[in-house]
């Protein structure tokens, strides 16, 4: 596989379930992020981790806490969900953190729905 | 407050015209602009940029033009085809933002007509 793959695909859950979304990218970078995409709004940036160090956190609530095992995993686990949350979650990566000039290679994306 | 803002959510145009996407942003920090494509059940993937000591880049069918003045870029695509249509995000770096953290905008909805 390459590029940045995410599972699952689509999920739905209630406000009480659990489940984690799931990042992998096979491209030897450094750098990724979770990004969430809610209905006719833009992209918003959620987290930035870099080598494995969370180094961004945008004003996400507190319920959201991912984990970052190593530099080509990253994890979002979804729990005390509230219907806001209901959202495209796209995970992307980078070579590095610091270029400017640098593209970002996102995954397909999850698809949340909250019951 | 959005600092990048796609005005128009949608555009529909023949195949083998121009398609002309428009954006806008406000902080004059930005140094790196880039649109990406979007399919649906796809993630965005990038497409072409442009960098704020240029006001022109071209690839292929895509040119982006910057107006740093105007603080407004473009994208055009010549000629359409049906195979573009999707949606078109404009986003930059920069802005006091250290690093490759994009702002994004809303996206605009390319239809090509056969």
């Known amino acids: 596989e390459t590029g940045v793959t995410q599972t699952p695909r689509h999920l739905v859950m209630g406000m009480t379930n659990k489940k984690s979304l799931k990042c992998e990218q096979h491209?030897?970078?450094?750098?990724m992020y979770w990004y969430k995409q809610s209905a006719k709004k833009p992209l918003e940036l959620m987290f930035v981790y870099n080598f494995k160090e969370q180094t961004e956190n945008n004003s996400v609530p507190s319920r959201f806490s991912p984990e970052c095992p190593n530099s080509s995993h990253l994890f979002l686990p979804l729990h005390t969900l509230q219907p806001e949350d209901s959202a495209l979650y796209l995970c992307?990566?980078?070579?590095?953190?610091?270029?400017?000039?640098?593209?970002?290679?996102f995954g397909s994306g999850t698809q949340l729905s909250v019951l | 407050d959005q600092q990048v803002k796609q005005n128009s959510p949608s555009l529909s145009v023949q195949e083998g015209r121009i398609s002309i996407l428009n954006c806008d942003y406000t902080n004059s920090m930005f140094d790196y602009f880039l649109w990406y494509k979007k399919y649906p059940a796809e993630g965005p993937t990038f497409l072409i940029s442009i960098s704020s000591i240029k006001d022109k880049n071209e690839d292929g069918r895509f040119t982006v033009f910057l107006n740093k003045s105007a603080k407004h870029l473009s994208l055009h695509i010549v000629p359409s085809q049906p195979g573009d249509s999707a949606v078109y995000f404009c986003a930059a770096s920069g802005g006091g933002n250290a690093g490759n953290m994009l702002t994004f905008g809303g996206g605009t909805r390319l239809m090509v007509k056969p």
């Open positions: 491209l030897g970078h450094n750098a």
């Open positions: 992307a990566s980078s070579l590095s953190r610091t270029a400017t000039n640098e593209k970002l290679f």
